[in-house]
Structures are given as C-alpha cells and as structure tokens.
C-alpha cells in the first residue's frame, strides 16, 4: 500500500523538478536573448566605439535589470559579449578588467531643441530652425571632471554659443559633440540635423485637361504640401489657413473661379502665395 502512495508522489516529485527544469532554461533562454538586445542598443548608444562589452556594464548602465544566473543566483559581470555587424554574441571569455575599464565610459546621449519654438527637435526630420544641443548622460551617470564640450562638423569644431546650432551659419550634416575631461581623454557623440531654410520656388502651372496643377521646386528638404485658394471672386488669400489640398476643393462645371496657389517643405516653410489666373472646368456635354 505504502508502494502504491509513494510511486505517484514520486512521479509529481519527478515531474515538478523536469518543470522547474524546462522553465529555466526557457527563462535563461529569453534572458539572454535580452541582454544580447541590450548589447546592441548599448554599442549604438557609443557610436560602434567598442566591439566588445560585458553583462556588467549592461547592468551598470541600466540597460538590463539583472547580472545574475536563474538558479545559481551566480554574478556574470564579467561575461563577455561581442558585437560584429551588428550582431551579438556571448563569447568563452571573462574579463573583469574590460568590465571596470567599460563602466567608466560614459554613454552620452542628447537632447535637440528647435529654439524657434522650443519644440523637441528630432533626428532624421526637418527645420529651419537654430537648433539648441543638450547634453546628458545615460541613468545620470555623468563622469567627474569635465574640461571642455564643443561641436564639429567635419572633424572642424564650429563656433557655437551655448550649443546651439545656428541654421543660418550651418547645413544639413552629421555633427559631432566632443566631451572632454580633466585627464585630457575624449568621448564623442554624432548626431545628425537637417537645415533648409530656402522656401520652395514656383516654377508654372498647367491650367490644361479641365485641371489644374502648380509645379514647384525645393532642392534640398523637397516639397511636402502643394495647396490651393479657389475663389469666384478676385479678393486674394491673406493666410495660409484659406488653403486646402486640391481634392478637397468643390468646383462647379462652367463657373468662372480664380486659383492661388501656396507651397511647403519638409521644413515647414510656405512659398510666396502665386496666382494662377482663371479657371473653367467645362462640363461633360460642353
């Protein structure tokens, strides 16, 4: 009797430990998979400074919220990870000397503002603005002893007040801020902003086919809106709010209209308002 009671609690018992088994290495599994995520964005963050990095500067910087094993609980600072076109991988390496040597370097991150109305500026977008460079440090984690920051372009540094960017003064290309210590050593950060500050030009209208369609050129950021006024009078728009794309516009066969026409680019800056003249769309039985 006593066999028949221990057999089944042997198999539950048998049966939890291949559970507990399986759930961490499908755990480790995942874990894993996240601090390999995390190599990559940390070896974006320095600009592909570094080849290789550790599960301790991961745990360091914040980019993972756990250094240790499942069940042994064991450290992994140490643990080595590489990074090679942009792929990473643990390695058969421990090196506790790169892991100190990592956690001093500081991850620099940045902050862009468009001074002209003080909006986020973000990278890979459009202004015509001055743009205001801040810069911080990854958990607020900021090195000791900072010399000197200043900004290039083309490893030429650009004269800058307060960091910020004038658009006039610039062009759209990848910068670079440069972070100095007291010790003489040098991180850098690059960054990228793209400057038009050139309204799109007119160039004709084709008033043919029963429609009508402005064309306008914009050689660097392009255009991004071309927009309309139709009008059965000769009075003019005096904002650019009167204006609405073309397949909005309802216009009546044989009526006389009058068309303006406005454009915008990709930094937001409006053309000169073009009259086009005298528009009859001609009905079908015409």
């Known amino acids: ?5 221990l057999i089944p609690m042997l198999i539950v018992v048998i049966l939890i430990f291949v559970a507990t088994i399986v759930y961490g290495v499908c755990y480790s599994n995942k874990n894993n998979e996240d601090i390999l995520n995390a190599s990559l964005e940390w070896y974006k963050d320095l600009d592909g400074l570094y080849s290789k990095t550790t599960i301790g500067t991961l745990y360091h910087y914040g980019y993972i919220k756990d250094n ?3 069940l042994l609980k064991k450290n992994r600072d140490c ?6 076109q942009d792929k990473a991988n643990f390695i058969e390496e421990e090196n506790c000397n790169l892991n100190e040597e990592l956690k001093k370097v500081p991850i620099i991150q ?11 500026y973000r990278e890979n977008t459009w202004t015509s603005s001055d743009v205001k460079v801040d810069v911080y440090f990854k958990n607020n984690q900021a090195p000791i002893n900072i010399s000197s920051m200043y900004i290039t372009l083309n490893s030429q540094p650009i004269i ?9 003064e610039n062009k759209n290309d990848t910068y670079t801020i ?43 950021s392009g255009i991004r809106d071309i927009l309309y006024y ?3 009078t000769t009075y003019p728009p005096t904002t650019v709010e009167q204006f609405t ?15 303006w026409v406005i454009a915008t680019n990709y930094a937001n800056i409006n053309s000169e308002i073009t009259y086009l003249g005298e528009y009859v769309r001609k009905s079908d039985n015409t």
């Open 245 to 259: 794309p073309k397949e909005e516009i309802q216009i009546n066969s044989d009526q006389t209209y009058h068309v």
């Open 160 to 168: 800058t007040e307060n960091l910020i960017i004038k658009a006039d």
């Open 110 to 120: 940045i902050k862009m503002t468009n001074v002209s109305d003080n909006t986020e």
């Open 1 to 5: 009797m006593k066999k028949k009671i």
């Open 68 to 70: 240790k094993t499942l």
């Open 230 to 232: 139709v009008s059965n």
């Open 178 to 220: 440069n972070l100095v210590l007291e010790d003489g050593s040098i991180y850098t950060k690059n960054f990228e902003i793209l400057i038009d500050t050139t309204a799109p030009t007119y160039i004709n209208a084709d008033m043919s086919n029963n429609d009508f369609d402005a064309i306008f050129e914009d050689n660097e």
């Open 79 to 84: 643990q080595v990870i590489e990074i090679y």
